[in-house]
């Protein structure tokens, strides 16, 4: 019978594999290291030669009962090699070759598209540490709905990174027609001038994604809300002072901004409507610094309109801001808090110094997100209370690197 004191039992996946993604190497005759960089890399000791050796066996190839009867071949003692599935899985190294239920099944059987996505399969086994996480929240992500308000150089861009990442449905939203300086590798293509804007991005986001959209409802029969909803502006002021986004606050809906004003990337904030601090707070916190705020936007968007003149949107820094809105919505969209949950990351040419500006719910705002601020610093100890991560659209999955490892184990100094 387990004791209170004894670490928990970890189930040993049905076909285990030592996570391909992390390079390995011994540190010296009893140290294995698992990983390079500091995010991720991990030490395991002390290791004989034999179990270093049937560490090559742990490929996906075998389950359990072969792994055991190859290593009574090595002559590993009894046990042993239960004991060592059960410390790797604990230290989140383990995978498993046939883990993430119906919905991993059905992607293993798709091999082309699952081939275009295995480097982000294996990205997904760094950032999880139960086996078989990785594969189910990549084929969760074909069943979410994102749209993209905005198809210019970054709109377009971010739209086929979702779209190619896989997430199941990258509708876009502009209006107009695809001018020359809309062009991007990756976006909007030199043909597609002339063509109505959203469309064009639409287009090139289906080109990018490794299957077709899964089929919807028919109109009227309860076609699901979007998951997250971005707001890539074209226009500049829209980018700096972005305007209230009051409808999608009140559904509930979550939304990230992102674009490029005057040589600045920036992308921030994801809004949880009622818990983190959306436009309205930016707005609030920037007129309380500084009084003359409203009186500046006022002009910059009575003016915005008027011009013909093609606002500044560097190439590489619109690519740029698209890569890392979309790496924070799909780390959303998998069920986690990004770090621009209630911030504004920022980066300026030529220096490109990136820093995170807070984004604090102010109490002026409708949005209810300062009273419920207010409302969890007074919950006492103990209590438990309504976190983003239960709204988001899949399970808690965070990886916590500060959790207890089993003995033998520690995080790499490197």
Known sequence: MQSSQDPPVTAIPL???????????WRDLNTVQFGMTPAHAMT?????????SFLDLLNGTRGPGLLREEGRRMDLPDGHVDRLLERLARAGLLDDARGGGRAGDTLRR???????????LASLSLTTSEPGEGIELLAARRSLRVQIRGAGRVGAVLASLLAGAGVGEVDVRDVGEVEPWD?????????????????????????SAPDRSPRRPPSGEGEPG??????????????????????????????????????????????????????????????????????LVAQWRSGSGRSRQVRPCDL????????????????????????????RWEVSLPALNWHARPVWAHPACRCGA???????????????????????????????ADAARPAGTWRAHV
């Open 226 to 295: 979007f998951s997250l909803v971005i707001l890539a502006p074209r226009d500049d002021v829209a980018v700096h002072a972005p305007p209230p986004a009051d409808p999608l606050v009140d559904s509930g809906t979550p939304h990230l901004y992102a674009g490029v004003v005057e040589a600045t990337g920036v992308v921030g904030p994801l809004v949880l409507p009622g818990v983190t601090g959306c436009a309205d707070c930016l707005h609030e916190g920037r007129a309380d610094r500084d009084p003359v705020w409203p009186r």
């Open 44 to 52: 395991l000791g002390p290791m004989d030669t034999a179990t270093g």
């Open 316 to 343: 590489a820094l619109a690519t740029t801001v698209a890569g890392l809105a979309a790496a924070h919505a799909l780390s959303f969209l998998d069920g986690r808090t990004p770090s621009s949950a209630g911030a």
């Open 110 to 120: 798709k091999k082309r598209v699952l081939d275009r996505l295995r480097p982000d």
């Open 370 to 400: 300062a009273q419920k601020g207010k409302e969890e610093h007074t919950v006492k100890d103990g209590e438990s209370h309504e976190t983003m991560a239960e709204q988001g659209p899949s399970k808690e999955l965070r990886r916590k």
């Open 15 to 25: 076909v285990p594999l030592v996570k391909p993604a992390l390079r390995r190497g």
């Open 183 to 207: 062009v991007a590798p990756g976006g909007l293509p030199a043909e597609a001038i002339g063509e109505r804007r959203d469309e064009a991005a639409r287009r090139a986001a289906r080109r």
